[in-house]
Structures are given as structure tokens and as C-alpha cells.
């Protein structure tokens, strides 16, 4: 309740999620990333949220998600990861041959919370995952090592 006007007042969280398919397998196309955003867009709304930004790459999707506090995060993610594996597999039948063993998505996801960085800069991260930097590797560089030779201790 905002004490100075008397109403009450709805804050959402933001939080920032990653899901991976299964085995990092190269599924998700343009057109399965487009699919995606309507159906993740369509499970936020039944649970009052709302899907901010969604993009990623042949293997794995970015979303950022403002949710009510009274939703369980690890319930809004488990029907986002279970809804759009089934419909992705309906509406997506040249792609169903790429899942594992009828399973698009890794168990495991990342979530973070969005409430110290500006909502803006994290919306433009997540569009830009399918942006392709020219040379750019899959496999990040090995670190350098600390100067001291292997065998030496």
C-alpha cells in the first residue's frame, strides 16, 4: 500500500532467465525463436506477467520477465520450459527430429534478478543475442595461464 495516496500498489520483480536445450543441440531457428516469444509471452500473461524481450541463438534463449511477487519463479520457469517444448514440438514438426528423446530443454536454467541494472540495458542484451559478431567463436579463449611452467612445483 503507498501510504501517501492511500492505494495499493503492484510491484513486479524483473528477473533476467536463460534456458539451454538439451545437450546444447542447435534446434531453435529464427522462425522457432519468433514461436517462442508468442508462447512465452502467452504463459507470462497467465500468470500475470509480462514478457519483456526474448532472442537468443540455435541453442539457447534469453528472456527478461516482470512477475508479481506472489508468484513462485521456479513455477512461472517450469511452465515456460513445459508449454513450449509441447507446442514448439505442434507447431514446429521439422524441428521435433533435433529434440532428444522428445525433450527440447536442458533441467537446469539460469535466473537472475534484474533490480540493480537498468531495465533497458538488459532488454537490449537480450535482443541482441541473435546479432552475429563477425569471428566470433562458440568456445570461449583459454585463459592465459600465470607464468609458471606445468612440473615446476
Known sequence: MDYRTGRHVVYMLHAHLVFVTKYRRYVLSKPAIRDLRQIFAKVCRDFEAELIACD?????????????????LSRLINCLKGVSSRLLRETRPEITGRYHKGTL??????????????????????????EAVKGRSRVPPRPEGRGIPRGCL
Open 56 to 72: 537468443g541463438e540455435d541453442d539457447h534463449v534469453h528472456l527478461l520477465v516482470h512477475y508479481p511477487p506472489k508468484v513462485a
Open 105 to 130: 530443454w536442458s533441467p537446469s536454467y539460469f535466473a537472475a534478478s534484474c533490480g540493480g541494472a537498468p531495465l533497458s540495458v538488459i532488454a537490449e542484451y537480450v535482443q541482441s543475442q541473435r
